[in-house]
């Protein structure tokens, strides 16, 4: 037998040293490391989804079953959030923490000085954590009152320079859905590489062969379904532990309400995402804006026009829009299109009951004509009838700081748990905070603003020489005593409550609850309050409402409209409309009033009648065609006082000229019978 060959004895002592129980553990703890980074870092299987696109097919029980039996990849994906954000949430820890906190840097110049960097960080952090992700921070690029303006202006750029897939990808799906080997059939020519990317798809140009007509092609991502499922599942498995966690910061116990409610609120966005990848429902909402659009009247606003014949469950082709972003443009009728957008809104949420739910600037254009065009009607919310009513009546309401209505409303939003009374409400003292937090929104500017005034507001009461800290404590004080207060008018024993917060926080819990359609409203709106306050720092979003407000209530002759179209001109309640009895029943010789007795209803304002009357012209001013708005508000005006099967505001008018008339005769027959009897 050969002999082996003989060992270094150098070699051999080495080898017996890296033996060692902790070399090996070292060994061992490295190798793991690296398995666990290649786990992590891998490529992620989005091949399979638990449910099929579409409005209705959310399912968080089906994905339940689904992800069980894929454990390692909701494992991975758990593994990767952490992994991809700690850098990040590291970084800001040690910015705030340590050169801040504890280096006394009270004024947080070093955090600063790192803005521009952690800004890029969360753009990169964004983009690598995905559609979920990105969406989140296309939402917060506009609301520079909500993060610092660094970040705003890094994440404006997740609107519409999100990172491509490759285009061979969207070539071979675009061949796929449309059926065609060679796309020179459909396109006569179409772009290499798309002129922009998003979290669900992106868009490419082309020439439509059939037509000649510019096009834009949408292509949807491979896998965006099954990607977007994995992240929802995710986001209900980690949400009761962020919610416990929010709770404890804040002092507060968490209930099983918070929880539900906190999920409930994860499911909601899982049903908007979900939808935005049925490129058929986008389809048939772009079409359905464009005819209710045209049928009301409002030319300075439109969609792109949806070609039929090439709508897919992947692939979508519109006409090409030319134009540029609403928040880019420089022209000077750039406010008057805010003003539109806000009208669109509000006839989308209170008349067509079909919103749209993502109005990020990127889908906002001003078109080289002057008008408004909306983009992407993936998301949108469906909103029936009685809520669309419930809805104009809060807002006329808070137009005209009707406060002690307000819990009425909120009853008949779906604000309240069921069997909450809206006198439990009024009781319980939500009129007074409501009211103060109204009148704060009204008066524009958002939320920096509302905190300068908030600040000033403390001083005046508690002392312009304390500290912000000092401002706080002392607001905090007064809104504890006024807790016990409430608490000890409903019969509570306040001695024996030991946590007051946490008491008042319960009762709360069981008077409100948040209806999963607001988040929808909230996007939509605070979107556009954000693109308002970028144009006009002092930007009111309540008041823009007004004019839509008024248009609305002149021409709804329902009787819901029509009881808050008389409460909005101080009517109230109907007056007795038997005129013949209000005729003088004084005794001959009898000393008579000097004019009618007021109506249970009160008397109309002229002066909230003449501002209604202007909202109503703005409203159509600014909606119709460029050319054609003044003519139109005389139209449509002299439409709605003289149309032959009546008006809310020919009736109120009617009304209002009897009345009038009742106090003529009445003076006239004073004047006969009483002052100057016949001989």
Not at 26 to 52: H, I, R
Not at 177 to 189: H, N, P, R, V, Y
Not at 523 to 530: C, H, I, K, Q, V
């Amino acid at each position: 037998a050969a002999a082996l060959p003989a060992v270094d004895p150098e070699l051999a002592r080495l080898a017996a040293a890296l033996l060692t129980p902790w070399h090996a553990a070292a060994a061992g703890a490295f190798l793991l490391g690296n398995l666990l980074y290649s786990f992590v870092t891998g490529p992620e299987d989005f091949s399979d989804a638990p449910y099929l696109a579409g409005a209705a097919t959310y399912d968080p029980e089906a994905a339940a079953a689904f992800f069980r039996a894929r454990p390692l990849a909701v494992l991975r994906r758990v593994l990767r959030l952490a992994f991809l954000t700690s850098a990040f949430n590291a970084g800001l820890l040690f910015d705030w923490l340590v050169l801040g906190k504890l280096l006394r840097d009270e004024e947080f110049q070093a955090l600063r000085r790192n803005e521009p960097r952690r800004a890029r960080e969360a753009l990169v952090l964004c983009q690598q954590l995905g559609p979920t992700f990105i969406k989140l921070g296309q939402a917060l690029s506009i609301r520079t009152d909500l993060v610092p303006e660094l970040y705003a202006l890094e994440l404006r750029q997740l609107q519409d320079a999100v990172p491509p897939f490759p285009s061979d990808a969207a070539y071979e799906v675009l061949r796929k859905e449309l059926g065609a080997s060679d796309l020179q059939q459909i396109f006569t020519s179409l772009s290499e590489e798309p002129v922009a990317s998003a979290s669900i798809g992106q868009v490419y140009r082309g020439v439509l062969a059939s037509s000649g007509k510019e096009a834009a092609v949408k292509v949807q991502r491979p896998g965006i379904l099954a990607e977007i499922a994995l992240d929802l599942h995710v986001l209900r498995l980690l949400t009761p532990i962020q919610t416990i966690l929010q709770n404890m910061a804040n002092g507060v116990q968490t209930s099983p309400q918070d929880i539900d409610l906190a999920v409930s609120l994860v499911d909601e966005w899982g049903r908007g995402f979900v939808a935005e990848t049925d490129y058929r429902l986008e389809a048939r909402n772009t079409v359905e804006f464009e005819t209710a659009m045209r049928q009301r009247g409002l030319d300075a606003v439109c969609a792109p026009a949806v070609v039929e014949e090439l709508v897919r469950d992947k692939v979508l082709v519109t006409e090409w829009i030319q134009g540029t972003r609403l928040d880019r443009d420089a022209s000077p009728d750039v406010p008057r299109l805010c003003g539109v957008a806000i009208n669109a809104y509000l006839t989308m949420l209170l008349d067509t009951g079909c919103l749209h739910c993502d109005p990020h600037p990127g889908n906002l254009l001003r078109t080289t004509d002057g008008r408004l065009c909306i983009l992407d009607w993936g998301m949108t919310l469906k909103v029936p009838d009685d809520l669309q009513y419930a809805l104009l009546e809060f807002i006329a309401h808070i137009n005209v700081e009707d406060y002690d209505s307000i819990p009425r409303d909120f009853v008949n939003l779906g604000f309240t748990p069921e069997g909450v009374s809206p006198e439990r409400l009024r009781s319980s003292g939500v009129t007074e905070g409501i009211s103060f937090a109204f009148r704060q929104l009204s008066q524009g500017g958002g939320p920096k603003k509302i905190q300068a005034r908030l600040k000033s507001e403390f001083q005046d009461r508690y002392g312009a020489e304390l500290s912000d800290d000092e401002l706080r404590k002392a607001a905090r004080s007064e809104m504890l005593e006024r807790m016990e207060e409430q608490l000890a008018s409903e019969g509570v024993d306040v001695k024996g409550v030991t946590n007051v917060m946490e008491e008042m926080s319960r009762r709360n819990r069981e008077l409100f609850q948040l209806p999963p359609y607001v988040l929808y409203v909230a996007r939509a709106f605070s979107t556009l309050e954000g693109i308002g306050l970028s144009i006009d720092e002092n930007y009111a979003i309540i008041q823009e409402c007004y004019p839509y407000l008024s248009r609305r209530l002149f021409t709804d002759r329902s009787p819901r409209a029509k009881a808050a179209l008389k409460a909005m001109l101080g009517l109230g309640q109907d007056p007795a409309e038997d005129h013949a009895a209000s005729l003088p029943s004084f005794p001959l010789g009898a000393s008579a009033p000097a004019s009618p007795a007021p109506s249970t209803g009160g008397a109309l304002s002229p002066a909230k009648l003449l501002e209604m009357s202007e909202g109503f012209a703005s409203y159509t001013a600014s909606t119709a065609d460029v050319d054609a708005g003044a003519s139109a508000v005389l139209d449509e005006f002299a439409g709605l006082l003289l149309d032959p099967e009546g008006s809310t505001l020919q009736d109120i008018l009617v009304d209002e000229a009897a009345r009038l008339g009742d106090a003529a005769v009445r003076a006239a027959l004073r004047s006969a019978l009483v002052e100057s009897p016949a001989a």
